[in-house]
């Protein structure tokens, strides 16, 4: 179990910590918004690769699935840029209880999660090909979103004050 925490959860605990504190740097945006976002751009790299690879009813059924999977990221984007506030003190206090307490009672999901991630792609198969497109397609995208969203939850936020530019410069004096 140590051995897992130690060089498995942990790093990726760090990277997404990482993810997020360079999302909230470079782009100004609380780092609520970095999981929708994500979410949205898979989507739309398997919107593309749907184009191409199927045709007909499959990619009808594709393209609908995906609008489905696109709707409570696009409605979380939207509520979230309606607020007025700023990622502020209050904000981060909130989103660090929350990231501590998913850690500790998470772990089993995530372990969970990053087992079917990187088992799925081995149990899927199917018999025509627009079967297995659209299952290779679902692989993907559990890949690329499940364990993110779960990591992500459970990552420390990153300051409020290591977006804002004139607290860069203040501190720089320059």
């Known amino acids: 179990m140590e051995w897992i925490n130690r060089y498995i959860?942990?790093?990726?605990?760090?990277?997404?910590?990482?993810?997020?504190?360079?999302?909230h740097v470079y782009s100004g945006q609380p780092p609520e918004r970095l999981e929708p976002t994500w979410h949205l751009a898979v989507?739309?790299?398997?919107?593309?690769?749907?184009?191409?690879?199927?045709?007909?009813?499959?990619l009808l059924l594709s393209i609908s699935a995906l609008i489905m999977l696109a709707l409570p990221s696009l409605w979380k984007l939207l509520f979230s840029m309606r607020k007025t506030d700023t990622y502020g003190r209050r904000e981060y206090a909130r989103l660090r209880t929350h990231a501590f307490a998913r850690r500790e009672a998470e772990w089993s999901v995530r372990m969970t999660v990053l087992f079917?991630?990187?088992?799925?792609?081995?149990?899927?198969?199917?018999?025509?090909?627009?079967?297995?497109?659209?299952?290779?397609?679902?692989?993907?995208?559990?890949?690329?979103?499940?364990?993110?969203?779960?990591?992500?939850?459970?990552?420390?936020?990153?300051?409020?004050n290591e977006g804002d530019r004139s607290f860069q410069h203040a501190l720089n004096f320059g």
């Open 43 to 58: 989507l739309l790299f398997l919107l593309i690769a749907a184009e191409h690879f199927l045709h007909g009813s499959g």
């Open 9 to 23: 959860d942990q790093p990726l605990l760090d990277g997404a910590a990482n993810w997020l504190r360079a999302w």
């Open 116 to 160: 079917m991630s990187a088992s799925l792609p081995f149990f899927a198969g199917a018999g025509d090909s627009v079967g297995a497109y659209f299952l290779f397609g679902a692989n993907i995208w559990f890949v690329l979103t499940a364990p993110v969203k779960f990591y992500l939850q459970a990552a420390e936020p990153p300051e409020p």
